[in-house]
Every structure is written in structure tokens, then in C-alpha cells.
């Protein structure tokens, strides 16, 4: 069975960093990319960036490049999101989902981590 | 890009039909065959529902179904359950930067 497995709640002050991790499980990790996708509270889903599996290739969002860095260890089948100098705005819940499709572009996202919540307060 | 836009909120009885639309651009709905659906309940993770407009992922109701005319996506439910009373969001590919967009999301109410 396919599972995408997050880290945990994270509580951070202001300015500081943080990473969350999503393992993959049931599947080729090798073979899927994988994307993060943010929803702040109470607000509709945000598509933040893609990075392959081997964490060669990145494509961030407008709205987020230079705010986070994604990273993906293969051997570990593992994806990273870097939240840099953090705020309370960042304070949301943040999915990482795996992406297929058919050929080299577009696709949609089949299986979904169960999300991590990251709280942003002085 | 801006997101792509959806009602607010739809709602409909038991066993009706109702239908969602989300309007995007030449840039990104009426270019791609890449249009998605998600449903999400309050505190879970997005579920995929329909793909590539009208596909639907094994174990998802054909009571579900998707269509395209131009830069407007549908999503149809019908015989309308007490289940479906969920948020839904629409998503395409754009090919550019961003390389997917988000609908704002709408609220499906079961009366």
C-alpha cells in the first residue's frame, strides 16, 4: 500500500528554521516526484514546488522561491521541505503528495501525506 | 498566476445533482488536459476524485464526473450523500511558473 508518511507538529518562534520530512512507502520512490503543497488556516491549498526523487531537479513556486528549499535523499525514499526565517504568516499546515502521470508533464497528485502542521509564534 | 477561480459554496439535497465549476486561462485549463479534483474533509488530507478532467482514480463513485469546455472546468456530483459534504478543489497544470494551480476551493453543503 502506498503511504506518504510526515513529520510531526513543529512549533517554532519567529526567524528560525525548520525541516519537514515525507517517507514514502508501498512504491518505486525512485519513480515519482514529489509536491508540497501548503494550506494556511481556514484557506484553500497552495502548490509550493516539485522536486524529483533523486533531488536533482527542482521547480519552486513564484510565491515561495527563496522562502524554502526542497531536498530528497533516494536511498532514504525521503523528501525534505526547508522553512527559512520563519514568520507567523507561515503558520499552516503543509502536505507533501506524490505526483503521476503518463508522460513528462502534468499529472496529478494520487497519494497525499498526512500533513504537518507547523505553528509560527513569538 | 492567480488561482483558479471556484464558488464559494454549492449546496444541494439528497439525492440531487450538483455541479462546480473553476475558470482558469489559455494559460493553463483551456491548454492542458491536466485538470484535477480533491476532496477534503475537515482535518484530513485532499483526496483525488477525478483526473485529466473525467477520470476517475479506482474506488472513487461514478457519481463523480469531470468535464472541460474552454478555460472552464466542471465537477459534477450526483445522487448527492450526506458523505460528499466536503471542501473541493480544482487544480491544473500551467506549464509555466507556477507549474500547478489551485482553485480557492468550494464548500459543498448536503441540506
Known amino acids: 500500500e502506498v503511504h506518504l508518511e510526515q513529520s510531526g507538529t513543529e512549533v517554532r518562534k519567529p526567524g528560525e528554521s525548520l525541516v519537514i520530512s515525507c517517507k514514502g512507502s508501498g512504491y518505486t520512490f525512485a519513480s515519482y516526484w514529489i509536491v508540497w503543497v501548503r494550506q494556511m488556516p481556514g484557506k484553500g491549498l497552495e502548490w509550493m514546488g516539485i522536486i524529483n526523487p533523486s533531488g536533482s531537479d527542482t521547480r519552486y513556486s513564484p510565491s515561495f522561491q527563496g522562502q524554502v528549499t526542497m531536498s530528497a535523499v533516494g536511498s532514504l525514499s525521503t523528501a525534505y521541505l526547508q522553512l527559512h526565517s520563519l514568520e507567523a504568516s507561515d503558520t499552516a499546515m503543509y502536505y507533501c503528495a506524490r505526483r503521476v502521470h503518463s508522460g513528462d508533464r502534468g499529472g496529478q497528485f494520487d497519494y497525499w501525506g498526512q500533513g504537518t502542521l507547523v505553528a509560527v509564534s513569538s | 498566476q492567480s488561482a483558479l477561480t471556484q464558488p464559494a459554496s454549492v449546496s444541494g439535497s439528497p439525492g440531487q445533482s450538483i455541479t462546480i465549476s473553476c475558470t482558469g486561462s489559455?494559460?493553463?485549463?483551456?491548454?492542458?488536459?491536466?485538470v484535477s479534483w480533491y476532496q477534503q474533509h475537515p482535518g484530513k488530507a485532499p483526496k483525488l476524485m477525478i483526473y485529466?478532467?473525467?477520470v476517475r482514480p479506482s474506488g472513487v463513485s461514478n457519481r463523480f464526473s469531470g468535464s472541460k469546455s474552454g478555460n472552464t472546468a466542471s465537477l459534477t456530483i450526483s445522487g448527492l450523500q450526506t458523505e460528499d459534504e466536503a471542501d473541493y478543489y480544482c487544480s491544473s497544470y500551467t506549464g509555466s511558473s507556477p507549474l500547478w494551480l489551485f482553485g480557492g476551493g468550494t464548500k459543498v453543503t448536503v441540506l
Open positions: 485529466e478532467v473525467s
Open positions: 489559455s494559460r493553463d485549463i483551456s491548454s492542458y488536459q491536466f
